[in-house]
């Protein structure tokens, strides 16, 4: 019902009913191509005045050095914002799911849904190879194993570093640093080791997505939405051993679903083998009064003019 919902919010909007197709492929069949594509279709204009010779990753820092900070234009930000959403969810959807529906996905992003003619198995290998080695490596560190598709990883990766989403008088995307959130802790997770680039990057975006929650109607976001963010926030927290702010999101989140969390110790058995109980330390959580339950009888449904244009 949620997601009818959204449809029909997307089909309400001159700026994306056209979406509204890809939107459904993205939610009921985690098809992200289609999103994909709706996204490349917007940069199009930008990407044709690119040299040839650049692949593709070349070609999108490019024109993210320049239209990315420049460009006010509502559609090419729109753009960049589908195309690196939908890159990470097909990179995802690969390497924890299993390959995407809609046919096989070509290594080259460039190629994705495209009639041309496909890479072969060693042209794609040595394109891989070259993606991990010239692209994810931040300071020093390099990928863990061989991740499929990771050409889409890169390009979220790329727009999300090099494209301010939110400087934009005409488009509102509030969610934009929440992408950039997901998609730098992935890139980080591939990291043989912890970056100190990536975490002065995560803990910023953490802390400002925390602050920038406060400011949003939790009857059109939805009180566990927002309380997903912040958990998601103690995730890049714990990531880097910073206990401490990691206790900070998840009281947080708690405070948004009405729920109080408290470490104490217990007498208990841990495992199957163990005869006499021990000492261990549990976390207890408490329904504080106030929260999603309790409220979700009341809260409003959102209409196309509550929502981020």
Request: charged share 25%; proline share 4%; with cysteine.
């Amino acid at each position: 019902a949620g997601g009818d919902h959204l449809l029909h919010l997307v089909r309400g909007c001159p700026r994306t009913e056209d979406l509204a197709t890809c939107l459904e492929a993205a939610c009921f069949q985690a098809d992200f191509v289609p999103l994909f594509r709706a996204g490349l279709l917007r940069l199009k204009p930008a990407l044709q005045g690119t040299d040839p010779a650049l692949s593709w990753i070349e070609k999108l820092g490019s024109i993210a050095a320049v239209e990315g900070g420049a460009n006010d234009d509502a559609d090419v930000r729109l753009g960049y914002f589908l195309v690196a959403v939908a890159s990470l969810l097909i990179f995802a959807s690969a390497n924890l799911s299993g390959p995407p529906p809609g046919g096989d996905l070509s290594e080259d992003p460039e190629r994705c849904g495209s009639q041309g003619p496909r890479l072969t198995k060693e042209e794609a290998a040595e394109l891989s190879k070259r993606l991990v080695l010239e692209h994810t490596s931040v300071d020093g560190e390099y990928v863990v194993g061989k991740p499929e598709l990771v050409g889409y990883l890169c390009t979220a990766s790329v727009i999300f570093k090099k494209v301010d989403l939110c400087q934009s008088s005409e488009l509102e995307l509030a969610s934009a640093p929440w992408w950039k959130l997901r998609a730098l802790h992935l890139h980080q997770k591939l990291l043989h080791k912890n970056s100190a680039t990536l975490k002065a990057e995560l803990v910023r975006t953490a802390n400002e997505i925390s602050q920038s929650l406060r400011s949003l109607d939790e009857g059109v976001w939805g009180r566990e939405c927002l309380a997903a963010a912040e958990i998601e926030c103690a995730g890049v927290m714990q990531t880097y051993q910073l206990a401490q702010e990691a206790v900070v999101f998840i009281k947080r989140a708690g405070d948004r679903l009405g729920m109080g969390m408290k470490a104490t110790g217990v007498m208990g058995k841990r495992t199957v083998h163990q005869v006499d109980a021990k000492a261990q330390m549990v976390v207890v959580t408490e329904h504080a009064g106030g929260g999603a339950g309790a409220e979700r009888d009341g809260r409003r449904r959102a209409s196309a003019e509550d929502l981020p244009r």
